[in-house]
């Protein structure tokens, strides 16, 4: 190849830092949000894309007077020093030469642009024959466009020659009509970087383009219009646990609906007391919220989130697991196949009890209003969490499979797939495995599993401490924590579900209690068709993973979309059973 590349972001590879804006306003960092940005308000570049020229988009919102002049885009000011009027650029050398004499003091033009306190918009914008004029009639007067829309009109022009048209809008203080009232001016489009080193123009001076952006502990909060934060900015979230307030064993609340249930982040009123969910969108939340100074008065009583919940005080870190780790890898991968086996069983339990949910269509809403909302609330919930313990299942396999690639353990004790007999419940405590309808029963067993610390999450307590030992890689240690960190959050969505449905009263159907959302759907006798092809089906899904776990390698990828395409199947397969009051007997393989 004859032609060097050149890169264009050498100010983003410099060894320090560059005299002028900050880093986060270089245009290859920013976001393309432009109301009016996050990293530097777009709109002071465009406000210099005329060369000698700096103009200001008013918003006809912004200004406090209704007279004609409101909006538009308005001449600040002349900027003969510009470097662009003298443009490394042959193409350009003639225009540049024009326009700087045109915009030369001693001329007609430079002079009337010059006037003090004189009134210059914008009137219109040409490029490549097309003509875009700035302004409307109303009652015979020209009116400029909201200054956002000129904005938005010059944002659109394409690096090149344009040619622009200023008109006075002002009545001189003698009295007497201006000499000059239009002007046309011919020139180009500014093109904002270098095109060597990629860095914003010279013209632009350090703290331009920061100059416009909101406060964004303060008024931004309140009035950015796009919903679209210069800061972290939570919409709802959930209260801190106070001091003094009921917990269960494993640490976590007491009232689970109240702690999971989202409130408004920006609400006025900060007491406990206030900690009713917020409302169904932004609108109707608005008048309970902080106001423009009461946010700059109180903001520092926004709390700090953590993981989605509030926190007033300060901060302390969870403590570090003291379990003792195990004496060598092959106790730790023994236990990472145990661990394997409670990963599938649960992903089965919670299968089996979402196909015994009632289809959102059929719900009985005569009777239940809120019920086919909550089913579908409580099916997309349930399925989202089975998934998880999908994935679980996979990242205790691939922590098995590192440990064999990295020769740390002995032998290969991969791939792990079996179910296990027994799940633990906390205090030490286990039962047996149960593939059973999502009962109120069910429910509270599912939560006690899920519970922090108490249950499943408990069980990697000393993996955790095993692989914080420098001699395992720190990627292992992280894998382990996500696991732990999903269990958490598995919890406070059995929580929310178990707040749903408990509006529901069931009806007597024997000695069962059957409520309305839910099939009494029993194991499906091992001579039903369907259940045959369902256990086949899984079966199959089980054959795929074990070739995607046995070594971990990339290039056995496509057995991996073979079995979710299998679970797909399995999934039409397990809504017809559920149809004739059955569930997959998952323990028959």
Same mark, same amino acid.
């Given at each position: ?27 290859? $960092? ?11 308000? %777009? ?79 914008? %009137? ?35 690096? #090149? ?157 969870? $403590?570090?697991?003291?379990? &003792? ?71 205790? &396999? =691939? ?27 906390? &205090? ?5 495995? =149960? ?18 610390? #108490?249950?499943?999450? #408990? ?21 382990? #924590? ?22 529901? %009263? ?13 099939? &009494? ?24 993973? $074990? $070739? ?42």
């Amino acid at each position: 190849m004859s032609e060097k590349i050149f890169p264009r972001n050498l100010t983003a590879r410099s060894a320090q830092m560059v005299v002028g804006n900050p880093v986060t306003t270089r245009l290859e $960092s920013g976001v393309g949000n432009c109301y009016p940005g996050l990293e530097f308000d %777009q709109r002071n570049l465009d406000r210099r894309f005329f060369p000698g020229l700096v103009f200001e988009f008013i918003s006809q919102s912004d200004s406090p007077s209704p007279d004609a002049f409101r909006g538009g885009a308005l001449l600040l000011a002349l900027n003969l020093r510009d470097p662009e009027l003298t443009p490394n650029n042959p193409e350009l050398e003639t225009v540049a030469i024009q326009l700087r004499e045109a915009l030369d003091t001693s001329n007609t033009a430079g002079q009337a642009l010059s006037i003090p306190n004189s009134k210059w918009y914008l %009137q219109s914008l040409e490029q490549g024959g097309k003509l875009i004029p700035l302004f409307t009639i109303d009652n015979g007067k020209e009116v400029p466009l909201d200054g956002l829309l000129v904005w938005r009109l010059v944002r659109s022009l394409e690096p #090149g020659l344009a040619n622009i048209k200023l008109k006075r809008r002002d009545t001189p203080s003698d009295g007497n009509p201006p000499s000059v009232t239009e002007i046309e001016l011919n020139g180009w489009r500014r093109v904002f970087v270098d095109p060597n080193s990629g860095a914003i123009g010279q013209i632009y001076q350090p703290g331009e383009l920061t100059q416009s952006l909101c406060s964004p502990w303060q008024h931004d909060f309140r009035d950015c219009a796009c919903f679209y934060w210069a800061s972290n900015h939570p919409d709802i979230v959930l209260g801190e646990d106070t001091l003094g307030e009921a917990t269960l064993p494993s640490g976590a609340s007491a009232d689970p609906e109240r702690a999971n249930t989202p409130i408004d982040w920006l609400r006025s009123d900060r007491s406990l007391a206030s900690r009713a969910g917020a409302v169904e969108s932004a609108r109707t939340d608005r008048p309970f919220q902080m106001d423009h100074y009461e946010i700059s008065q109180r903001w520092q009583e926004l709390a700090v989130v953590i993981e989605g919940k509030e926190i007033s005080q300060i901060y302390r870190a969870p $403590s570090i697991d003291t379990a &003792n780790p195990y004496a060598n890898p092959e106790e730790l991968a023994t236990k990472l196949v145990d661990l394997a086996g409670l990963e599938h069983v649960l992903c089965l339990e919670y299968l089996y009890a979402l196909y015994s949910l009632v289809a959102p269509t059929a719900a009985d809403v005569n009777t239940w209003p809120t019920l086919r909302d909550d089913l579908t609330f409580v099916s997309h919930e349930l399925l989202l969490i089975a998934v998880s313990e999908m994935r679980h299942l996979r990242w205790v &396999n =691939q922590l098995l499979w590192e440990l064999d690639h990295k020769v740390i353990t002995k032998q290969t004790y991969g791939p792990a797939l079996g179910v296990a007999e027994c799940i633990p419940v906390g &205090n030490g405590q286990t039962r047996p495995r =149960q593939l059973r309808p999502l009962t109120k029963m069910t429910l509270a067993d599912l939560i006690a599993v899920e519970s922090p610390s #108490g249950g499943i999450d #408990g069980q990697y307590a000393r993996v955790l401490a095993t692989l914080r030992q420098p001699e395992y890689p720190n990627s292992l240690y992280q894998l382990a #924590g996500k696991i732990i960190a999903d269990g958490v959050e598995h919890f406070s969505k059995f929580s929310e579900i178990e707040t749903v449905l408990r509006i529901y %009263q069931g009806e007597s159907a024997g000695t069962e209690i059957v409520p309305p959302y839910l099939k &009494n759907v029993t194991p499906a006798p091992s001579d039903n068709p369907d259940a045959q092809q369902a256990i086949a089906t899984y079966q199959r899904v089980l054959d795929n993973l $074990s $070739s995607a776990y046995a070594n971990g390698d990339m290039e056995d990828a496509g057995y991996i979309v073979a079995a979710r395409q299998e679970m797909i199947g399995l999934q039409a397969i397990a809504k017809n059973l559920a149809n004739q009051g059955f569930g997959i007997s998952f323990f028959d393989i």
